[in-house]
């Protein structure tokens, strides 16, 4: 490599240790995800812009997403409870939700070009009664413009995921579960709030693969305080054991307004796995998975059959067009973000008076593509800068040179031509690497200030 871009000072910013780059290369982990910035549109002029929106096709691959916002109980590790679900709440929300389904009826942006991939997220989906599950998945098949090999993704948990709700999803067309899990070992999960034992888990979970119908994929989380690295290892066996389509695999992170944080901090439960603890349980588990000959769709998202695919995961990673509905939804239409009202009270009264219920939405950056091409190749764990610059008309490489030296010296990646791969210790720090590598480029292409001097991920 050859650094023609020797004048912007790499270690005050974005320098990451070499010593022990699996377990130390920054000061700590970027717990969310990087966004491809921009600017807010004011709310003045909000439903005008997203009105005019709504009247342009969708181009290239779409999305759709669709937030159920009922959680029956609150697991500590979770900072997005919205409070008390009761079962009359279902058919309400499922009315009301149809009904924004149905209020850009007729607009190109909802109506022209197909939907890839649609994700029923929340909160907790399966909390929703079966007739209502039903209804719902229909009016998504009804009122969206679905690809023939569309991925429907209902995700949700086993403990109040019975027969009647799994037939009712399988009848609305659903194709895909991913199931919160999270641990198989019942101390763990009941310690986090999750209600169902592991017997419990493993018989839903077999009775939902015993259809036939659909791929069955379940959540796993590695650091919980007492989860010991046998204790993860064991979890992963137990979901290999039941020959499921896949798995995903999330590093735990503390929130400080969550109930798991003040029971740390109180002294009731023991402190989650630290840095490096994560960075081994990490490491085995990738180990495992590969010897297992399990496919890696993604840095965190491994595969059994080719019945799984994880559309929707992969396409809102990078650059895809995403339809929102349901409260706190956000989508995207051409790089502009919207989210919808997250107040629940809020959103069913815009609704039901017929208005979209928008309360943000933001201008793309020029370099936005750009941006989620880099997020996205970060999430398989490779860019070809040489593509991007194809691609873009743009010098990304010449401007990126002194950085991956610098983390190449790290261990953090390795460079090959014009491509950059991430090692094993970079794919545990590629939150970290993502964030501060579009913060670089924006620097460049932008003039933007460093946002790794806020602390996010600011090198040791």
């Not at 910035?37 to 929106?53: E, H």
């Not at 409260?327 to 995207?332: C, K, L």
Request: hydrophobic share 40%; net charge neutral.
């Amino acid at each position: 490599m050859s650094s023609e871009n020797t004048d912007w000072n790499i270690e005050k910013y974005y320098a990451a240790e070499d010593t022990d780059p699996l377990s130390g290369a920054f000061a700590g982990k970027i717990a969310v995800h990087p966004g491809a910035g921009g600017k807010r549109v004011p709310p003045a002029d909000l439903m005008g812009k997203l009105d005019a929106l709504s009247l342009s096709p969708r181009s290239g691959l779409s999305t759709a997403y669709i937030h159920v916002p009922f959680c029956e109980t609150h697991c500590l590790y979770c900072g997005f409870y919205p409070g008390t679900y009761h079962r009359d709440q279902s058919a309400r929300y499922t009315d009301t939700l149809i009904r924004e389904l149905q209020l850009w009826a007729g607009r190109p942006a909802q109506e022209q070009g197909p939907v890839h991939a649609v994700y029923f997220g929340g909160g907790t989906p399966t909390a929703l009664e079966a007739p209502d599950l039903e209804r719902l998945l229909k009016a998504v098949r009804q009122h969206l413009p679905l690809a023939n090999d569309c991925e429907m993704t209902v995700e949700g948990r086993l403990h109040s995921f019975g027969p009647e709700k799994m037939e009712a999803c399988l009848a609305g067309g659903a194709n895909r579960f991913s199931l919160g899990v999270q641990s198989f070992t019942t101390k763990i999960r009941q310690s986090m709030g999750r209600i169902a034992s592991r017997e419990t888990v493993e018989k839903r979970l077999s009775q939902l693969m015993s259809y036939g119908q659909a791929a069955v994929i379940v959540d796993l989380i590695f650091g919980f305080p007492n989860q010991t690295l046998d204790i993860w290892l064991n979890d992963i066996q137990a979901a290999m054991d039941m020959r499921l389509d896949g798995l995903d695999c999330y590093q735990l992170n503390v929130f400080g307004q969550t109930p798991l944080a003040k029971a740390i901090k109180e002294g009731r439960l023991p402190h989650a796995a630290d840095t490096a603890m994560q960075s081994a349980m990490f490491a085995a588990g990738v180990e495992k998975l590969s010897k297992a000959s399990y496919s890696r769709i993604s840095l965190t998202h491994w595969a059994r059959t080719s019945r799984e695919r994880n559309l929707y995961n992969q396409y809102v990673k990078g650059s895809a067009n995403c339809l929102a509905f349901g409260p706190g939804a956000g989508g995207n239409l051409d790089g502009w973000f919207f989210m919808n009202q997250a107040d629940y009270g809020k959103w069913m009264e815009s609704v039901n008076g017929g208005t979209k219920p928008a309360m943000m939405l933001v201008e793309p950056s020029p370099f936005f593509r750009l941006y989620r091409d880099v997020a996205y190749g970060l999430e398989h764990g490779r860019i070809d800068f040489g593509g991007l610059d194809g691609t873009f008309g743009t010098s990304t490489w010449n401007l990126i040179v002194p950085l991956l030296e610098q983390w190449e010296r790290a261990g953090l990646v390795t460079v090959s031509g014009r491509t950059a791969s991430l090692t094993l210790a970079g794919q545990f720090w590629q939150v970290n690497i993502s964030q501060l590598m579009q913060d670089f480029l924006k620097h460049f292409l932008e003039g933007n200030t460093p946002s790794a001097m806020s602390g996010l991920g600011t090198p040791r």
